[in-house]
Structures are given as C-alpha cells and as structure tokens.
C-alpha cells in the first residue's frame, strides 16, 4: 500500500485563478478525486497545493502580461481566502523543451526545499503536452477542466475574455482573486499589453531580431551618439526613450552636470529592459538614480505633464514609422513628448532622414550584371541569412531586398532594370536599399522598417505643429563613413538624362525641438 500523497502541483503561468481551479483543488486535497486512469487518489491530511509560477523572469507581453510578484500575490491571497495550504515556486522562463517538466520540479524542490517526486507529488494539470511530460517522469495525474463534462473555461480563456470584457467572465474568476486583478489594476494592464499593436507576443517588435547584435550595434556607437546630444541636454528628468540596453544612459550617468539628474530608459522590449537592468544590477551606472521600464509611449502617457526635462531618441523614429500606424503614430508620438516635456525642455532626436527630392529618379548602378531571382527567406535562420546575402552582388542583393522590403514593411521598391548592372528607380527607394542591405544577420527584422519615410521639411512641419520650437542647431546631416563604407561600395547614383554621378544625398537628421517657455 502506498503512502497518501503530500503535494499537489500545480504548474502554470497562472496570470488569473479561477473559481473552479478553487474547487477543484479543494476536491483534491480532500480526497475525492481520482487520477486520469480513474484510480482514487489519496491525500495526506495535511498535503499542500504547490503553485509553479512558470514564466516567472518574463513580464510585460501578450503571453505574460502580469509581473511574478503579482502573481505570486494574487495566488498567497485566493488560498489564504479559500483555505487551501499552499506554497509559491517562481521557475524562470525557458524555451520548450522535453525536459520542462523536469527543470520546473527541480527549480520547485530547491526553492521549496520539498521533494517533489511520484511517490510524494500527484500533478494537476489539463494541458495535454504538459501532462504527458510529467507522465514520462512517472507522475499520477489529476485532470482539472478535463474532469467535467462540458470542461469549465481555462484559465488563459478566461483571461482572454476578460480582456474583451465579455459578458459573465467575472462569475468564472475565484472572487479573492478578482478583488487583488482589481486592486492593483492588474487588469488595466492586461487589457494595454493585449491591446498593444506593435508587440509580438513575448514583448518585441519583431520575431526575427537577434537582440545580441543589435545591443553591440547600438553600445559601440554610443560615444558618438552621445557626444551628439550630449550639449542641448538640460538637467532635471532624463528621458532615453528607446534606450535598448542603456549604453546612452551609461554615458550620461558619467556626466558631472548631471549627477542630480534622474535617469530614465524606457523601452517596448522586454528583452532589452532586461539586459538593461541586468547592468545595472552590474554597477554598469555611476548615477544611483537610473531606472528602466518596459512601455509603450504610443499606447499611454508614460509620465506626468510638464515633468521631463529632456527626451533623447536615437535611431528610434524610423521604427516608429515602420509599424502600427505609420506617420500617424509618430505624430502621435511627438504630441505624447511635447505633452511630457516640461517649459525651457527639449526632445532631441538622431535618426535616419529620406533624401530631399526623394521622388526623382536615379540610375543606381551596381555591381553586378545578373539581377538573380529573390529566395523566400522566411523561414531561414540568421545564420543561414548572412552567408547567403554575403555571396550576392550588389545586383543580386536589390532583387532580394525589393522582394523583401516589399513584402514585410509594406513599403514600395520600385526599379526598372534599363540595362545589366544600372536600376532606374525613384531616389528614396534606392536609398532605402543602400541603408538596409548591409544588415545581414538581422535582414528580416530590417526589411521591416522604412528609413526614408521623412524628409527633413516633414519633420519641421511636424515638430513646429505640435508646439515645439526648432533650435538652430537641427537639420539634416550626412554621415560620410557610410558613404565610404557602405553606400559607395560596388553602387553609385547617375542621372537619367545625363549619366552624370550625383553626390549622395543626406542620411541623417538631429532636431533639438524645445517647449516654449
């Protein structure tokens, strides 16, 4: 005869609890369930309910919009009101993997200091390749929504009704658990982080970015682009909206003038949010008062009127204009900082610029005689991209791109091949390709945005429109190491009627915009 069993796992990400996950655990630990082959299931009198918190270090996106902390709250406080002897266990969020069922016990016995194993454990579950996961470990199941007929609502369904705010989804909620969504408003955020157009699922723009590369992108140049906007910051609250994994901020927690100053990066990743905080967690920061957030300015405020100092962007808005709403979400955007940014304040941003005259059309002449035919990369990994892109000419490389450019930005690629080597096409749109094609190992994420959507009379009219002034310091600039680097390898621009070689065109814009005092 075995011993009556001393545990009830339950894993989930467990963002809601619901009135009948309440029920049915109580029946458990009561001894009046039977496990899936039908066999009674005893229970120790003093068995406990383990909740594994899965996902526990991923916060902040559709899949997991409710922080662990609150989670692990919200479950203290519905066993506490149901009178079920319960214990907590955070497993951090890792891929799927055959040997989930095994990190997630061992992840619960350590923290717990329980041994949780078939002899003392019974698993309650319902997900059908969770349960056969801790099956193969040699687990007695016991079916939670499986064990009615029609099955109770699950509680991921019960969470995506609450969003909809569909009619009777509170009665399905545990009433201890509905109070604590309530209190802390936790269901405010749900609804924001559904709701939210620009984010996948886990909390990014795109699936397709390697975050590794773009952080190192983005640190090795930060000098420069702090030197940059470095002499128009004033002191008080610093913004770094889109701040990836806080290099800028690094370099301005190092400044004198602003030691006074609080810092603040504000990203719509999650993953570099947490790269962010990681750092800081290093001593990355020399200022104490440096804090980071995930948000998403476009879909609410993210501080008070009047209350920020300076907003940085950096390589930000183009991003902005490539997804959601396009030009609209980024006028959307500069009425949210003008909004923010405190009288005698500045927005300073850095960014990619389409060329003046963008509509012209140029002769692009390339390396290259075959055009090639364009390959569906869609389900390439990067480091199946790179190579392939690598051994294209420059040719070659234009038929990818507008095939992909097209396609995944929404955007135009238009070109007329007038003869091997030389496309005629409008000026913005081989600009677009010479900015893109080099970003090989993030090639799908790049072919999402558009870098030429505004000239610089766009951002003038946009930035005077919703109240800021323009400091004679803005206007458009040309980063002449691309220019040698990048554009002018194996490419160069020639016009239509005379064949003669044009200058490149500006690639970048600063604008310094202040609220009026």
């Not at 030197?227 to 770094?240: C, E, K, L, N, T």
């Not at 008070?304 to 959601?324: C, F, K, P, Q, W």
Request: net charge negative; proline share 6%; aromatic share 8%.
């Amino acid at each position: 005869m075995t011993a009556p069993f001393l545990h009830v796992l339950v894993p989930g990400r467990h963002h809601v609890i619901t009135a009948f996950q309440v029920q049915r655990l109580r029946e458990i630990l009561a001894g009046e369930a039977r496990d899936e082959a039908g066999v009674a299931v005893e229970m120790a009198r003093d068995a406990q309910v383990i909740w594994a918190i899965t996902s526990a270090t991923h916060h902040g996106t559709r899949r997991n919009p409710v922080p662990a902390n609150r989670r692990e709250a919200m479950i203290e406080a519905t066993s506490d009101a149901a009178g079920l002897t319960s214990l907590v266990a955070p497993i951090a969020d890792v891929p799927h993997s055959p040997r989930f069922a095994s990190t997630v016990l061992r992840s619960a016995s350590l923290t717990l200091g329980l041994d949780l194993t078939p002899a003392t454990t019974v698993v309650a579950c319902s997900t059908p390749e969770v349960v056969a996961l801790y099956r193969e470990q040699g687990f007695r199941i016991v079916e939670m929504e499986d064990s009615r007929d029609p099955h109770p609502a699950l509680p991921w369904h019960v969470l995506e009704l609450a969003v909809a705010d569909a009619p009777g989804w509170r009665a399905l909620v545990d009433p201890a658990a509905l109070r604590y969504l309530e209190r802390y408003r936790l269901l405010d955020l749900i609804r924001a982080t559904h709701a939210d157009p620009t984010v996948s699922a886990d909390g990014d723009l795109t699936e397709t970015r390697d975050y590794a590369v773009y952080s190192q992108a983005f640190d090795e140049g930060s000098d420069r682009k702090w030197d940059q906007v470095a002499p128009f910051i004033v002191p008080g609250r610093i913004v770094d909206l889109g701040c990836a994994a806080g290099g800028l901020l690094a370099r301005a927690s190092r400044d004198d003038r602003l030691f006074d100053s609080d810092l603040f990066g504000v990203d719509v990743s999650r993953a570099l949010i947490a790269e962010a905080e990681h750092r800081r967690d290093q001593g990355a920061f020399a200022n104490p008062n440096v804090f980071f957030a995930q948000r998403n300015l476009l879909h609410a405020p993210v501080f008070d009127d009047r209350s920020v100092h300076t907003t940085i962007t950096v390589a930000l808005t183009h991003e902005i204009s490539s997804y959601g709403n396009g030009v609209a979400d980024l006028r959307l955007l500069a009425q949210r900082i003008f909004e923010q940014t405190a009288p005698g304040g500045v927005w300073i941003n850095s960014d990619v610029l389409g060329p003046a005259d963008g509509e012209q059309l140029v002769d692009l002449v390339l390396d290259g005689e075959d055009p090639g035919i364009a390959r569906d990369l869609t389900e390439w990994s990067a480091d199946e991209i790179a190579p392939y892109l690598a051994g294209l000419t420059p040719s070659q490389t234009l038929t990818q791109f507008a095939a992909d450019f097209t396609a995944l930005s929404g955007g135009r690629c238009q070109i007329e091949w007038v003869k091997p080597g030389v496309a005629r096409m409008p000026l913005r749109d081989a600009m677009e390709f010479l900015t893109t094609r080099d970003y090989r190992r993030n090639w799908l994420s790049e072919c999402h945005e558009r870098f030429t959507t505004m000239e610089w009379t766009d951002w003038q009219e946009l930035l005077i429109s919703v109240g800021f002034e323009l400091d004679p310091a803005s206007g458009p600039w040309r980063n002449d190491w691309l220019v040698a680097n990048r554009f002018s390898v194996g490419a160069e621009l020639r016009e239509v009627a005379s064949g003669e070689q044009i200058d490149w065109p500006d690639t970048h814009v600063l604008t310094v915009a202040r609220r009026p005092l």
